[in-house]
């Protein structure tokens, strides 16, 4: 079956430009999470959707940083006012359920290029 | 907080030569703990998962030990070819899902 898929591939924007980022889990999959790869800090947690829950938004960053998820599968990150230091690869993941006994499935990811 | 080390940061073997990979983590309340292998600008591919009351979990030449206890990962595999080059990162899972990942060990096996 299809795996977590992720759009775009590729995002270069000039600094002070809002991007949004987009995540198709693996469908029949409840959970679904936002994680930052970039140079410096490795890979990061931002954010986790569980069913109907209220997201844990814990990880992001800054009140530039936002994410939804529609009719409890696509999720769409958004960052506004893009600075160099968001630049960085984009990674969603889901899992069956949310608990960690659950494995996560990641997709390409985003890579982020901020000018 | 959890700190997650990956040693060594790189590696580089002979192709048929096995392969040690080592991970530890300081706090054994983990849930579980997972293998994961991420290609040169591509995402990341679980390998295994292993549960935090068992011990081992295997996959073809793959075999993945967990010591809670002791706070440590190995990611062995055998007979390794050059399709094994990657980059290997283990990640433990506490008691909810936040992914704490390590650094990652870079792989190159030479032809």
Do not use: M
Request: proline fraction near 4%; glycine fraction near 10%.
């Amino acid at each position: 079956g299809a795996g977590v898929s992720q759009s775009p591939s590729n995002k270069v924007t000039e600094k002070g430009k809002d991007v949004e980022l987009r995540c198709d889990p693996i469908s029949g999959h409840t959970a679904l999470y936002w994680y930052r790869q970039s140079l410096g800090q490795g890979l990061e947690f931002l954010i986790y959707f569980q069913g109907n829950s209220a997201p844990d938004k814990s990880g992001l960053p800054s009140d530039r940083f936002s994410a939804e998820r529609t009719g409890g599968s696509v999720s769409t990150l958004t960052i506004q006012r893009t600075q160099q230091e968001d630049s960085a690869v984009y990674l969603c993941a889901s899992s069956l359920g949310g608990l960690g006994a659950n494995e996560q499935f990641f997709g390409p990811g985003t890579r982020l290029t901020v000018l | 907080k959890q700190e997650v080390t990956q040693i060594p940061a790189a590696l580089s073997v002979p192709e048929g030569e096995n392969l040690v990979l080592n991970c530890s983590f300081t706090d054994s309340a983990i849930y579980n703990l997972q293998w994961f292998r991420q290609d040169p600008g591509k995402g990341l591919t679980s390998l295994l998962l292993i549960q935090s009351s068992q011990r081992e979990q295997t996959s073809g030449r793959l075999n993945a030990s967990l010591d809670k206890s002791s706070g440590r990962s190995t990611l062995y595999i055998a007979a390794s070819q050059p399709g094994d080059s990657a980059t290997y990162l283990c990640a433990v899972i506490p008691n909810d899902y936040k992914l704490s990942f390590g650094a990652g060990t870079t792989v190159t096996v030479r032809a």
